[in-house]
């Protein structure tokens, strides 16, 4: 294993420029994936436990903020959006969403019973069993994927 964290960002290719993790939170998070606990990385850096701990809240903290961005845009730009609603089916749901698909030109990547699983992974507590309990946006990709964005 990599003991110094500089060598560890650069093996990895972590560019401070691109990232919206800080040089300390990359760090941390590397260290983290490799195995280490939160007092070998404060050993390592020559810091807390304390602040390694807060270190890395941040760090997961702007990776999720960083994934929801990613899809919004995916949603914003995806040429197929079909809003399902509270109450719908959700076995009615693949239907709706190839009949979409269909009108746009665009091939769905998941067959029926795969796009259900998806959406409702997606949607988390908006789907309950079979029901959609609330509203959600099931965006496809004009290379067919899937992405599920709840409605506010």
Known sequence: ???DAETLLEEIGFDPEASVLTRRQAQVLAFRERGLSQAAIADRLGTSRANVSSIEGSARDNVRKAHETVAFAEALQAPVRVRISAGTDLYDVPGQVYDACDEAGVKVKH???DLMKV???????AVS???VAADFVVGVTAEGGVRVRRSE
């Open 129 to 131: 069993g079979r029901q």
């Open 1 to 3: 294993m990599i003991d």
């Open 119 to 125: 959406i409702s992974d997606g949607a988390g507590d």
């Open 111 to 113: 067959t029926a019973p």
